[in-house]
């Protein structure tokens, strides 16, 4: 996939998510400023400051889309985002007619995501990863960590948009959170321990526990709307990325094939549901999910892309029998 070595560009990997017991590790995303809304943290909320580096494949780069769409953020933060499929420069920004809603990068006109990396840091070595949140006035990265940035644009912009809805709110951040500890873990990341294994143990074992969770979330669902109480949280729009992209590239590319989605009437329709908010689906491109995973070269070597994408998330769902 491509990584930064001392402010190289190269075509390979980090040996450290790849330790001898054969599990993927994800490393820790490496920017970590915050945005606030007084401005003591050094990056203040301003309208027009900040820009998104994204692609429409990646499911973290999804989270913050999400929520730049519900928050009302469109118009404050700009964002541009990468062609689909993995490329020897990594996230790569062009306009291609093909792909209408890939927007070029119109602010530092970067080609290569890695040219904001170093540009933030000439010696940067690690992954260069989406999402990128940028500053647009100190011309340096701010943050690169997914969960960071849905939390800065769930509460800091509210003063200038006048959208309060809270996805994470107080009375709730106890449970939020360990749900969260665990979807990530076993489903999020899960997904990709199963795909990225390089032994048939790290593998079974992250199998195992993906669809344990799986289990556990569809009987969850038969209870209860969301997966904290009756109301939409942050929870809902961590797992709902993974599970748009499950039956189009996970289930077969990542060998995550006990079942499907659509096989889980629960998470299906809550699934369903999740995606007819306004706005999500707006952020939400099967087509780019199978193109993005079928470049990884390691898992399809042939560079073959399916020519099917396997979903339809504009169906009917049954969620309002827990309107009451």
């Given at each position: 996939?491509?990584?930064?070595?001392?402010?190289?560009?190269?075509?390979?990997?980090?040996?450290?998510?790849?330790?001898?017991?054969?599990?993927?590790?994800?490393?820790?995303?490496a920017?970590?400023?915050?945005?606030?809304?007084?401005?003591?943290?050094?990056?203040?909320?301003?309208?027009?400051?900040?820009?998104?580096?994204?692609?429409?494949?990646?499911?973290?780069?999804?989270?913050?889309?999400?929520?730049?769409?519900?928050?009302?953020?469109?118009?404050?933060?700009?964002?541009?985002?990468?062609?689909?499929?993995?490329?020897?420069?990594?996230?790569?920004?062009?306009?291609?007619?093909?792909?209408?809603?890939?927007?070029?990068?119109?602010?530092?006109?970067?080609?290569?995501?890695?040219?904001a990396?170093?540009?933030?840091?000439?010696?940067?070595?690690?992954?260069?990863?989406?999402?990128?949140?940028?500053?647009?006035?100190?011309k340096?990265?701010?943050?690169?960590?997914?969960?960071?940035?849905?939390?800065?644009?769930?509460?800091?912009?509210?003063?200038?948009?006048?959208?309060?809805?809270?996805?994470?709110?107080?009375?709730?951040?106890?449970?939020i959170?360990?749900?969260?500890a665990?979807?990530?873990?076993?489903?999020?990341?899960?997904?990709?321990?199963?795909?990225?294994?390089?032994?048939?143990?790290?593998?079974?074992?992250?199998?195992?526990?993906?669809?344990a969770?799986?289990?556990?979330?569809?009987?969850?669902?038969?209870?209860?709307?969301?997966?904290?109480?009756?109301?939409?949280?942050?929870?809902?729009?961590?797992?709902?990325?993974?599970?748009v992209?499950?039956?189009?590239?996970?289930?077969?590319?990542?060998?995550?094939?006990?079942?499907?989605?659509?096989?889980?009437?629960?998470?299906?329709?809550?699934?369903?549901?999740?995606?007819?908010?306004?706005?999500?689906?707006?952020?939400?491109?099967?087509?780019?999910?199978?193109?993005?995973?079928?470049?990884?070269?390691?898992?399809n070597?042939?560079?073959?892309?399916?020519?099917?994408?396997?979903?339809?998330?504009?169906?009917?769902?049954?969620?309002?029998?827990?309107?009451?």
């Amino acid at each position: 996939m491509g990584v930064l070595i001392n402010g190289k560009w190269r075509d390979e990997e980090l040996p450290r998510e790849y330790p001898q017991d054969g599990q993927f590790k994800r490393i820790d995303s490496a920017f970590r400023d915050r945005i606030t809304a007084d401005g003591l943290s050094g990056f203040k909320a301003e309208p027009g400051r900040y820009h998104l580096y994204v692609a429409h494949g990646c499911p973290w780069a999804h989270r913050t889309l999400i929520y730049r769409a519900l928050k009302k953020l469109d118009g404050l933060i700009s964002m541009s985002a990468a062609i689909p499929g993995l490329k020897e420069n990594g996230w790569t920004f062009e306009s291609r007619p093909d792909f209408p809603e890939c927007i070029p990068d119109t602010v530092n006109s970067f080609h290569y995501l890695h040219e904001a990396y170093t540009a933030t840091d000439p010696n940067y070595t690690g992954k260069v990863t989406v999402p990128t949140l940028w500053d647009k006035k100190t011309k340096r990265i701010v943050n690169n960590e997914s969960s960071e940035i849905i939390r800065m644009l769930n509460s800091e912009f509210n003063g200038i948009t006048g959208e309060h809805s809270d996805f994470y709110p107080v009375p709730l951040r106890a449970e939020i959170d360990r749900v969260n500890a665990q979807v990530y873990e076993t489903i999020n990341n899960g997904a990709y321990r199963c795909g990225f294994a390089r032994t048939q143990e790290a593998y079974e074992a992250a199998y195992d526990a993906l669809f344990a969770t799986l289990d556990e979330l569809e009987e969850r669902l038969g209870k209860q709307r969301y997966l904290v109480g009756n109301q939409i949280t942050e929870a809902d729009w961590r797992l709902l990325p993974t599970l748009v992209r499950f039956d189009v590239a996970y289930f077969s590319l990542f060998k995550c094939n006990r079942q499907r989605i659509a096989d889980y009437p629960n998470l299906n329709n809550y699934m369903r549901e999740l995606y007819r908010v306004p706005g999500v689906a707006g952020t939400t491109f099967p087509r780019h999910y199978v193109i993005n995973y079928y470049s990884i070269k390691k898992l399809n070597p042939t560079g073959i892309i399916p020519k099917g994408t396997p979903v339809d998330l504009g169906q009917s769902h049954d969620r309002a029998r827990f309107a009451a």
